[in-house]
């Protein structure tokens, strides 16, 4: 496999509506609250209008400071801790390392936000990829 011991970091954030097959997206040089408050806002954007939200996410830091703006359509579900199986775009990110970033040494800084932005493009295209990695039995009594 290649090797290469150069460090650099791009954060995909990402959020799926598997009822209507729908996505947001960033890719961002950092994770934290700042980059957070803009793929609420992005979100936010997404969501049908006249709609509500519910957006599951972990206890990342940068998903519970105090500093998050949350959008009037957006209600935010912390999960519990050490729950990943809980967690649907658990199951997005491994699919994504698998199928679409696994394995690469990149030229450049913009070669990586490139590739995360190419993959989740292409997953996101896939109306059926994102309802079936993304759809939770749990889900589907909050929708009935």
């Known amino acids: 496999a290649p090797r290469d011991t150069r460090y650099k970091w ?8 598997p009822a209507r097959a729908t996505t947001a997206a960033l890719v961002m040089p950092r994770a934290d609250t700042s980059a957070m408050n803009a793929h609420l806002a992005e979100i936010a954007k997404t969501v049908a209008p006249g709609a509500h939200a519910v957006l599951v996410m972990d206890g990342a830091g940068w998903h519970n400071s105090s500093a998050l703006h949350i959008p009037d359509n957006i209600t935010i579900v912390t999960l519990p801790p050490y729950a990943p199986e809980l967690n649907p775009v658990e199951n997005i990110w491994a699919y994504l390392r698998a199928n679409c970033l696994a394995i690469t040494v990149f030229d450049s800084y913009a070669d990586i936000v490139d590739r995360c932005c190419n993959a989740w493009n292409a997953f996101a295209n896939d109306l059926e990829r994102v309802r079936s990695i993304a759809t939770r039995e749990y889900a589907k009594a909050v929708n009935a």
Do not use: E, H, K, L
């Not at 791009?10 to 799926?16: D, H, K, M």
């Open 10 to 17: 791009a954060y995909i954030f990402g959020a799926v509506c």
